[in-house]
């Protein structure tokens, strides 16, 4: 069963995986109950985008082309969004399908041998040494972030307009959870795929939410959902060969929340 | 003692002026209500106070033993998600945060204040519940709980008693009354002026054309308040047109 470790780029999934998994759990509770989940769906095909173009310019690690260019979307994104205009979600939309498409037309204009395929849907393969470090990092920083300034990030979660009024600057926060949010798409898209990563932010806030009344409770438990999704997806995967990963994952993710939301029920029917 | 002096502000948005040269002044232990038509700047005035948007122009000075960030500010109630999940213990708690420079922890005397505060409020046996599953005036009462948590005296509402039914109004306002009484000074603003002026010691009142400041007495003999109000003023020195309107209500 353990043989499975035997292979280096199995051993490095799992770490990127895992730590990823994390990143994109106490992230997505933010950004699904500010009701910014679109954001990082947008960021995604963004980074897609982004990708293709760097491969194609040959710039050598299209990873780091394309950070700079997500963390900024990530700042616009935020920002139309928060002005609260009418059309916020429409913009999404149109910026992520227009990012979507440039990247699909530049990656097919010189025929190249960008395998688009790995793009969208991901691949174990495609996670190195270099993803290991950033990943890393990444989780340090969310960790420390969320540790440190957890009862700030539930005060502005909750009511944005009270946490301004008593002084603290809300505008910060939000930038903080955009930017980790970007460099959390970017490192996780190319093992999950662009179509899939935005799947693992909302869906461990979501499920968690069926059961959980308490904030420290869904934070908690989108965290281990998300960590058992992956580690299963991971798993399954291998032992089947040839099932994308991402697409594994993803349906673990549905799957615990449909049981989730059973149980949600029953426990509803049962205080009636 | 004076809380709080607005002294010809000037409030809007993108360059609109909303609310002009306002001027009034809370002293401690008022209760102020702001009444108006809709789209006259309640609101505007609400978060100029707050700090929430910049001003154009005039002053806003706070008194002594009060600033800005230490106003227990009690918003509109579309603010907050209706099924967001958080327990009545975590939203008190989070009222404390402008004392808290860094927001790292809760100390003891603040987790002993929060238990004293929710007893007043009256939420104590709900404090583990969860805030989405409770009624609209529970509701209410933890959000002022946390209002209360942010300040030592002056606690400013934004129609509070939007959405409740007339039993929970009634209780909402008791509670307000008491806490007044107490010694907390109160800014509302309200769509129900009869409450209000059941309520309050002085009065805003921001007109499309004109706006009033003054006790609550002195708006119900003055032009505004005569043509808001169908019955006279309750008062016993105004035996000439009292009709026991709610005085006995």
């Given at each position: 069963?353990?043989d499975?470790?035997?292979?280096?780029?199995?051993?490095?999934?799992?770490?990127?995986?895992?730590?990823?998994?994390?990143c994109?759990?106490?992230?997505?509770?933010?950004?699904?109950?500010?009701?910014?989940?679109?954001?990082?769906?947008?960021?995604?095909?963004?980074?897609?985008?982004?990708?293709?173009?760097?491969a194609?310019?040959?710039?050598?690690?299209?990873?780091y082309?394309?950070?700079?260019?997500?963390?900024?979307?990530?700042?616009?994104?935020?920002?139309?969004?928060e002005?609260?205009?009418?059309?916020?979600?429409?913009?999404i939309?149109?910026?992520s399908?227009?990012?979507?498409?440039?990247?699909?037309?530049v990656?097919?204009?010189?025929?190249?041998n960008i395998d688009?395929?790995?793009?969208?849907f991901?691949?174990?393969?495609?996670?190195?040494?270099?993803?290991?470090?950033?990943?890393?990092?990444l989780?340090?920083?969310?960790?420390?972030?969320?540790?440190?300034f957890?009862?700030k990030?539930?005060?502005?979660?909750?009511?944005?307009?009270f946490?301004?009024?008593?002084?603290?600057?809300?505008?910060?926060?939000?930038?903080?959870?955009?930017i980790?949010?970007?460099?959390t798409?970017?490192?996780?898209?190319?093992?999950?795929g662009?179509?899939?990563?935005?799947?693992?932010?909302i869906?461990?806030?979501?499920?968690?939410?069926?059961?959980?009344?308490?904030?420290?409770?869904v934070?908690?438990?989108?965290?281990?959902v998300?960590?058992?999704?992956?580690?299963?997806?991971l798993?399954?995967?291998?032992?089947?060969?040839?099932?994308?990963?991402?697409?594994?994952?993803?349906?673990?993710?549905?799957?615990?929340?449909?049981?989730f939301?059973?149980?949600?029920?029953?426990?509803?029917?049962?205080n009636? | 003692?004076s809380?709080?002096?607005?002294?010809?502000?000037?409030?809007?948005?993108?360059?609109?002026?909303?609310?002009?040269?306002l001027?009034?002044?809370?002293?401690?232990?008022?209760?102020?209500s702001?009444?108006?038509e809709?789209?006259?700047?309640?609101?505007?005035?609400?978060?100029?106070l707050?700090?929430?948007?910049?001003?154009?122009?005039?002053?806003i000075?706070?008194?002594?033993?009060?600033?800005?960030?230490h106003i227990?500010?009690?918003?509109?109630?579309?603010?907050?998600?209706?099924?967001?999940?958080a327990?009545?213990?975590?939203?008190?708690?989070?009222?404390?945060l402008?004392?808290?420079?860094?927001?790292?922890f809760?100390?003891?005397?603040?987790?002993?204040?929060a238990?004293?505060?929710?007893?007043?409020?009256g939420?104590?046996?709900?404090?583990?519940?969860?805030?989405?599953?409770?009624?609209?005036?529970?509701?209410q009462?933890?959000?002022?709980?946390?209002?209360?948590?942010?300040?030592?005296?002056?606690?400013?509402?934004?129609?509070?008693?939007t959405g409740?039914?007339?039993?929970?109004?009634?209780?909402?306002?008791?509670?307000?009354?008491?806490?007044?009484s107490?010694?907390?000074t109160?800014?509302?603003?309200?769509?129900?002026?009869?409450?209000?002026?059941?309520?309050?010691?002085?009065?805003?009142?921001?007109?499309?054309?004109?706006?009033?400041?003054?006790?609550?007495?002195?708006?119900?003999?003055?032009?505004?308040?005569?043509s808001?109000?169908?019955?006279?003023?309750?008062?016993?020195?105004?035996?000439?047109?009292?009709?026991?309107?709610?005085?006995?209500?």
């Amino acid at each position: 069963m353990l043989d499975i470790f035997s292979y280096s780029f199995m051993v490095n999934a799992f770490i990127v995986g895992v730590l990823i998994a994390v990143c994109c759990a106490l992230l997505g509770v933010v950004l699904v109950l500010k009701r910014y989940s679109m954001i990082g769906d947008g960021l995604s095909h963004v980074g897609f985008g982004a990708l293709s173009i760097a491969a194609v310019l040959n710039l050598g690690a299209p990873l780091y082309a394309a950070l700079p260019v997500v963390v900024f979307a990530a700042y616009f994104l935020l920002r139309i969004t928060e002005k609260g205009k009418v059309n916020a979600d429409a913009a999404i939309a149109l910026i992520s399908s227009s990012a979507l498409a440039i990247g699909v037309f530049v990656a097919s204009i010189n025929g190249t041998n960008i395998d688009l395929q790995q793009y969208m849907f991901g691949s174990i393969l495609a996670v190195g040494q270099g993803d290991i470090i950033i990943s890393a990092v990444l989780t340090v920083l969310v960790l420390f972030v969320f540790v440190v300034f957890y009862n700030k990030i539930f005060a502005v979660t909750f009511d944005e307009s009270f946490a301004r009024a008593t002084g603290i600057h809300t505008s910060v926060y939000n930038i903080t959870v955009s930017i980790l949010t970007a460099v959390t798409v970017v490192v996780g898209m190319r093992m999950l795929g662009t179509l899939l990563i935005s799947a693992l932010i909302i869906f461990p806030a979501l499920t968690s939410m069926r059961v959980c009344k308490r904030f420290k409770a869904v934070v908690i438990t989108s965290v281990v959902v998300s960590v058992f999704c992956v580690v299963a997806g991971l798993f399954t995967s291998y032992y089947f060969e040839n099932i994308p990963v991402g697409a594994t994952i993803v349906i673990y993710n549905l799957g615990v929340f449909l049981v989730f939301a059973l149980v949600s029920l029953i426990l509803k029917a049962r205080n009636k | 003692m004076s809380l709080l002096k607005v002294n010809d502000l000037t409030l809007g948005y993108d360059g609109k002026v909303i609310v002009k040269g306002l001027g009034f002044c809370v002293n401690e232990g008022d209760f102020l209500s702001i009444i108006g038509e809709n789209g006259t700047g309640k609101t505007t005035l609400v978060k100029g106070l707050l700090g929430l948007i910049p001003k154009i122009s005039g002053e806003i000075e706070f008194g002594e033993g009060i600033s800005q960030s230490h106003i227990g500010y009690l918003g509109q109630k579309n603010q907050i998600s209706k099924d967001f999940p958080a327990s009545v213990y975590e939203i008190v708690m989070s009222g404390f945060l402008n004392s808290n420079r860094f927001g790292l922890f809760y100390t003891k005397e603040q987790k002993k204040e929060a238990q004293l505060l929710m007893d007043r409020v009256g939420i104590t046996s709900i404090r583990n519940s969860s805030f989405s599953q409770l009624s609209g005036g529970q509701q209410q009462r933890v959000l002022l709980c946390r209002a209360l948590c942010a300040t030592k005296k002056l606690i400013l509402l934004d129609e509070p008693a939007t959405g409740l039914d007339p039993i929970a109004t009634a209780e909402f306002y008791t509670l307000l009354q008491k806490l007044n009484s107490e010694g907390v000074t109160v800014i509302m603003v309200s769509h129900d002026v009869t409450g209000a002026i059941k309520m309050s010691s002085n009065i805003l009142y921001l007109g499309k054309d004109a706006t009033f400041y003054g006790t609550t007495h002195q708006y119900l003999h003055s032009n505004v308040g005569k043509s808001l109000l169908l019955e006279g003023c309750p008062c016993d020195s105004c035996k000439h047109n009292a009709k026991g309107g709610f005085k006995n209500a």
